[in-house]
DNA sequence: TAAGATTTGTTCGTATGTATC
DNA sequence: GGATACATACGAACAAATCTT
């Protein structure tokens, strides 16, 4: 409990906060210090209304913060009240995303960790994907079976190969180096979109991009964990320099129209 | 503005979203589409209750979901408001942090992402710092002189270690790359405190560590980027070697207790 | 320094919605 | 269907912070 009784006032000091976020803190303390685990029950608005000595409106926004935060969940009804909450990937991602908005990283930056990562990942995965896992990742690649004929065509087989990537992430067992590829592919999805990268209508990425990804395949499928490492880096580096050749003709068409 | 005329009510479809949640994914769209940058005023909280057609409560809780993302700051007075806001690394750091709380990420998940992308971080400073941050780096070393003697000595030194490791990130030129080393060492510095990774004491860890950080401001200086990668990924070998040996211990002491 | 204007911050009472029994 | 136990939402009033004159 985070509230001084000699003032009244909630502890926490440096920047004056404002009350719900005082509040969010002290309920987030007082979960971490009861050990409290995913699904686990708090205390009802009432009751805080009644330990912090607040009023609804108060509570409710503080309750509001943790939610966006992903960290608890609330349902109504009987029984019902707030829970602590297991933050989804994918708001992590949208979170994380939200950082790196105004920051306008280059493709550069991007590839130059993913360049790092990815096979890394490939090698850890070779001869540890059961036929489902290969048949999934080859249901990917075969949504992209021709070059595409229009620039949308284009735009969505780039968001689909990056899936590919996005879906080996999820099979791997390092958590965090799964979160982070992506993550990646997400930003790239998102660039693609935001600056169009996609338009300088770009065959040779295509073939590239999709022949390396059925050769991973078959180096997962044989267990060949160098052969994986080895595609994968020659993959990101052919992709990392189309990209960067995109990226300088949309400069280059920004600035001349 | 993401108001249907047609209902009068708030588009946005999937899972039942408390009307805060979609007021507040509505002023984001609308941020973005309107393309606000750092520092832009959002309409007043009177305005947005007109747009809406929604109580103060609600607009409130919506601002709050806003605010707990990093996404607007807020302000009281004359000319005060809500204004865009730009998500800070601490902030980002923190939320991202929120996700693995659950995860028990193992050590060895990190070193293997850690491994892989400090050597490279440090290669790509050799010969760009100046004296004053070859100089910070090594106000950071000074810091551990010589070994811990007691227990809460050698977790500030440890923590302190890693702060070297932060440092070094904020100097690099590519942002996603800085913010993930920062964002793992703390993470490191967290399980520290929390696991007691410490416990086991350590010379060993102390020793090394500073002597490979000691080599790596020398390869830095000298502007040597093959010896700064090699010191970086040695540096990371044996501190992930000691780290999991530490782990083990703590665990045997665990199940034994 | 003081008063007034502007904008967010907080409270309270009441009413409504929703899920469980 | 009705009773119950919760969260959800509204509106009016008042408090606090901060800028201007």
Redesign the interface.
Known sequence: MSVNRETGKLRGSGARRSR??QV?DAIKDWVVEHGL??GDRLPSEQDMIGRFAMSK?TI??AM????????IE?RTGPGGGSFVG??S?E??RA??G??????D?SVA??Y??RR??EP?LAASLAGRLDEGQLGELEAVIARYPEPARSVEEEREQHIASLEFHARLAEFGE????G??IGF?ARILSDLTVHRKLYEPHNIELWRRGRAYQSDLVGALRAGDAERAREVMRDHMDTARALMERQEAEVLKRFIGG
Do not use: H, K, S, W
């Not at 390092?174 to 180096?177: G, P, S």
């Open positions: 719900p976020v969010a685990r995913r409106g409710r926004e509001r913060i943790l939610e966006a935060q992903g960290l609330t297991e933050v990937a708001r992590a979170l994380l939200n950082y790196f908005y105004f920051r990283l930056d991007i130059q960790v790092l990562l890394e390092n958590e965090l180096l979160f982070l990646m």
